[in-house]
């Protein structure tokens, strides 16, 4: 095995790539754990063929095929590691001589997308550490909203004093929200070298917080008042939004707000970089393809560089502030953005995550062997724009392709640019790069076909991981509820401590947790936000997995139609960030959601008090079982919490604690009014009864 890859650019080094210390370990394991597999597998079978217990063995074999399959798709991306070592410093190259870079910020609605967030995530990209005239930030605005329109204005103006402020200073938090905030590690560390500068520094932070100022006001009544709009360039634009004007039918509105060939700072030293406002065209007979259709309006809006190489795209692992000491929601996602990334490395590049992500544009124009060439000669990929940006032509040529009806009859969105089809556009156009979320799993273009046939198939099997997240909601289920309900009946459904399979499922629960534990360990984590983050992958399985799995069930069936909702990054509510900072588990809205996930951890609960009875007072032997359910337990302490102990806004809804209660309970009095139909729990062969319902039925005999 190579250890070490060396990648340069005109001989400087740039990079060293290396393997993962734990491949070697982790292909020996694999190996062991395929075998322990395989025959589990064989042990279900068995029992299949043997016993009379069919409908348990098939639920139980169901599940351990899902599971077997899941590891699997880990698996491939845990036996060729890497980690590489970056070498900025040692490239050469002048900043005339960087390429140009074109940042898409997506936004879709003001109230869950505060405009003064978008403002900031604009300034700060307008601060890089990179030539300004070589950056042009486009703002796609989905929702059409004149008060995002409004916000990025005032954040133009900001920009002639923040952009020079952080230059002069060498400001590492280039959000303005952040630099200002207590939490800015940056300003600390500056604070020695802005003591000459701390009137300028409060005199930024006054103009930041007067603009918010405004910028909030407008958003909190609903509307931009004439008097609020200082910038008589574009006093007319805000003419458009009329009475007809709505999110979902509206005109194309394109705004440049900042021009690098003629803006410059408030002291004439600094060039700015561009700045563009996109809402593209929007009707309600026409399909706009949620966020995969913004982004390629904006593709088509680019001024891209003269960049020719077989570079597809360079990612950045997604980081994030705010995130609570132990991540009880798992927020960081550890495993998508560090875990499975340097798999991927390993194989034959990482996967497109949606974000952090500089592409060439080349690689939205077909595989490196197939050029597919768009309809009009401008949008080519290879074009470098020789006209300012606000040229007639160039403004009208972007107007046509923000136009509804532009991608009629093209190749856009199927063959050339960000793919139509999924709700996940990242994840789908990231693996027809690779080739050159659930619903993906049985389409054409299906990871486990598509992809081991046209990749290989340890990338195949890493792109399965994702898709296939659903099927977690399977073996979640029957393990969550049928175990359970078999040490309440007092009977098995796994081998007893004297049967050599017992060994079988204790090395295959430990082993597969363990490795867990050590990719996390190895890549910066925590036992505490390890724990965190496979409870969480239980709770989503019984939540968002399982109701996305009838979801697409449904689709299939055509009786109901994909929905995107944007997710509201909004928080006002102290109580609720104060339970976070406390790493308390917030339950308070009232979801049917919750109810899978409450009924489970509810027949858990008795499961484990009458399981731990049966074994400390009659002698039971239903080992494995009672593991299994102390382990759910533990997982469901804040369920629990939740239902009983809480009194805050954050507990769990009385009306799903109660249906919740209400389904065990109804199912256990259907059992009583039915006792002379065999319930399937009974179906067991009597090898599998514990020994304590034994001896409690002999008992009761001797007594009569």
Known sequence: METHRKNSVVGNILHTCHPCRRTIPYRIYAIFHTCGIIALMYHHVHSLVTANNTLITCLLLLSDIVLAFMWATTTSLRLNPVHRTECPEKYAAKPEDFPKLDVFLCTADPYKEPPMMVVNTALSVMAYEYPSDKISVYVSDDGGSSLTFFALIEAAKFSKQWLPFCKKNNVQDRSPEVYFSSESHSRSDEAENLKTNILKCEVEQMMYEDMKSRVEHVVESGKVETAFITCDQFRGVFDLWTDKFSRHDH?????????????????????MPNLIYVSREKSKVSPHHFKAGALNTLLGSIRDPEIKSG????????KFLGVSKNDIYACENKRLFNINMVGFDGLMG?????????FNRRAFYGPPYLLILP????????RIADKSIKAQDVLSLAHNVAGCIYEYNTNWGSKIGFRYGSLVEDYYTGFMLHF???E????????ITYGIKSLDLLMGLGYCNSPFKPFWSIPLTVYGL???????????????ASDPWFWLYIILFFGAYAQDLSDFLLEGGTYRKWWNDQRMLMIKGLSSFFFGFIEFILKILNLSTPKFNVTSKANDDDEQRKRYEQEIFDFGTSSSMFLPLTTVAIVNLLAFVWGLYGILFCGGELYLELLLVSFAVVNCLPIYGAMVLRKDDGKLSKRICFLAGNLHVGSYCVKLLRPQVTSPLRLIHNNNT???FKRKKHNMNESV
């Not at 005109?251 to 060039?271: G, H, W």
């Not at 309809?375 to 290879?382: A, F, Q, R, T």
């Not at 993906?440 to 990871?447: G, L, Q």
């Not at 049928?482 to 007893?496: M, R, W």
């Open 311 to 318: 570079l597809g795209y360079v990612q950045f692992p997604q």
């Open 251 to 271: 005109p194309t509105i394109i705004q440049v707000l900042q021009n690098s060939e003629t803006d410059m700072d408030n002291t004439r030293k600094y060039i």
């Open 375 to 382: 309809e009009i000669n401008e949008l080519k990929p290879y």
């Open 350 to 358: 990482p996967t497109h995550v949606g974000t952090g992500c500089f």
């Open 690 to 692: 514990s020994g304590w």
């Open 482 to 496: 049928l175990p359970q309900l078999a040490l309440i009946s007092g009977v098995s459904v796994f081998p007893k």
């Open 436 to 438: 050159g979320l659930f």
């Open 440 to 447: 993906m799993s049985f389409s054409k273009y299906s990871p």
